[in-house]
């Protein structure tokens, strides 16, 4: 098996490009799947070294990140409706009630 | 050695009382319908109350590592367990006032507010990575829920948005971090990731893995530069969620921050009780610049907030900074004084944040301008207010003061003293913009007449949390010698 | 061989993410990320991480991915109504923050030291469950109540009327 540095590089690529999103992006919505890209950045580490080591407890770790990216992502987008009926927008630059 | 999943049950009576009172819940929504009543609430009073006591039993047991080393039973997570169950019950008497809430059955609400008592009671105590990050999770997703929970109004909404999409990226963060740390050492415990870290020596990961770690807490107890989330979501969530966001999820920060950093970055040292840096990771001088970064940006905003509300929130991220004072010294002092200014902060804060519900239910206002003339108004809320914000400046003879001593003497006796010297002048800042409130309550002219009448059952609400924000003030020992108890941690 | 599959897959899965982060509308980000998703659960199972990898694709791919593009067609925000994207100093700071972010793992990779080990059965179905419901089974059930909340708050949330 290979060493899993190169899978460290790739999860650090797909983590940095959902920072990128986060940081960059206005759609709300593309933020979430985002921070799912972030997530799953941090997945590839953990099963990488998981399975370096022989040890389950990185897939454990990454079972554990999905079911919270699941419960995240289902009240994330249930506040973005919420959102949308009351100002039509999914724009997050636009919420002016609050100063961002 | 930890014990075994069964075993470890009778040691977990209060995180399942809370469970079983978050299931009782869902049955009584079921079964009551969405109709208005207080059954949900008394049935979190008296769940919340029975794990109260349950943890004040646990005090006297010795310390533990319980469920294969995922959570410890230790003096450390007592005391916020403990801590965090009286926030919730004050909480709850705080949403059963509110009339932001009332109109309908509030079996969610309290539903929300009980995950998150959970998972504050499992953040505490956590000495595994994955249950670390599990219960974070538990205390952040139910939170954003709460700070929406007002749908009509859009402020709420609007404020849950901002919690969820900041929320997300730092657990994200924080979570890399996490990935690095099982990379470099091989384990999620933290007593074992510790132990590999201090035979090895400083890398760069190491560091990146700490940064990473500390945004993530950084985050849950609104430390700059991660607070830019807390004063819209504070504004916006409704009163009682304010008062509870400031006090418990930030407690469980501390707790969770001072458990991480002293067991994986740190040794304690048999002979002298102080702990050890591992080397490598020098966050002392960084948390000593956050600390002084924090306190003076809360406070030199709240200067300018003509919300109470808003002033509420930046003052509590002032707090946020005093505490971490403590935090840096390496000492179990530091600790203790950090606990114990927990415990004066819950009362002063939620007194305060108390009898800005009970304003505002009669004059549907936050503003700053329509607290005045509220001494002639109501004499009774106008005085407890004074109370507890001269507590929150940390003018003797008041218990806000000697918490600061505390602190401040730990500061000193390390010879930090350029950040006592930030941490006096930012209370003379703060003393402006509480007495600010003060002046306009006792010397300005009401424009609106009008007595505010309040009932019995606030007044005494109010008389349990100003009596020992006052008492603590002059009698301390106890609860100072019950926080040097709760020093002891164990990582496993 | 796996070398050669890791550089396949490695690289649909950094495409797919540079489209969903650069797409206007939702839509087709969604679609993407699907496209990501799968390719990182192949690498799971180039790591012999064979259930991950089905959770990876059923969990994720199926569920979380299947529940943005529902929202996606409910709020169903018109192409013109689309927030309009300028380049602007946070633009800037999220690239430098991401490059940023990749040269430090770039570096991190190459001298990560890792304690050796042996190899063992890390990623089957047997191995997870047994570690899953030992030594991190409170862990486990602390997700049921996590998710027991969310399910009843994204209803609570989403609801037209209270």
Known sequence: MMEPSAYLLLSGILFGIGVAGVVARKNALIVIMSVEIMLNGVNVAFIAVGSHLGDPTGSVFAFMVMTVAAAEAAVGLAILIAIFRLKETVDITELSVLKW | MPLGNLASLSHFLPELAVTATILLLVVAHVVGGNRQSAVPAILSLAGVGAALLLTALQASVPAKSLFEGMVALDGFAVFFKALTALATIVVVFLSMESEELAGRSQAEYYIFLLSVLLGMFLLSASTDIVMLYLSLELVSIPSYLLAGYLKGGGRSTEAATKYVVFGATASGVMIYGFSLLYGMTGSTHLGEIGRALAQGEATTPMFLAAVMVAVGFGYKIAAVPFHMWSPDVYEGAPTPITAFLSVGPKAAGFAVLVRFFYTVFATPDAASGAWVLSPGVDWTALFAVLSAVTMSVGNLIAVKQDNVKRLLAYSSIAHAGYMLMGFVLLSPAGIKAILFYLVVYLFMNLGAFYVVILVANRTRSEEIADYSGLGSRAPFAAVSLAIFLFALTGIPPFSGFIGKVYLFAEVINKGVYWLAVVAALNSVVSLYYYARIIKVMFLEDPKDKSEIAVPAFPRAVLCLLAIPTLVLGVYWEPVIRMAENSVKMIAF | ?162
Not at chain 3, 48 to 69: P, S, T
Not at chain 3, 99 to 110: Q, Y
């Open chain 3, 1 to 162: 061989m796996e070398p050669i599959l890791f550089m396949l897959f490695g690289a649909i899965a950094v495409g797919g993410a540079i489209m969903v982060v650069t797409r206007k509308h939702p839509m087709a980000s969604a679609l993407y990320l699907i496209l990501t998703l799968f390719s990182v659960a192949a690498l799971f199972v180039l790591r012999q991480a064979h259930f991950l990898a089905a959770i990876q694709v059923i969990v994720y791919a199926g569920a979380i991915v299947v529940l943005f593009i529902f929202v996606i067609m409910l709020i169903n925000v018109p192409e013109n109504r689309l927030p309009v994207e300028r380049a602007t100093v946070m633009r800037l700071l999220g690239v430098i923050a991401a490059g940023l972010l990749i040269l430090e793992t770039a570096l991190l990779a190459r001298r990560f030291a890792m304690p050796a080990a042996p190899a063992a059965d890390s990623g089957s179905v047997q191995a997870v469950g047994r570690a899953l419901f030992t030594d991190y089974l409170l862990a486990f059930e602390i997700t049921s109540v996590l998710l027991l909340a969310a399910v009843i708050g994204a209803i609570t949330l989403a609801k037209k009327k209270i």
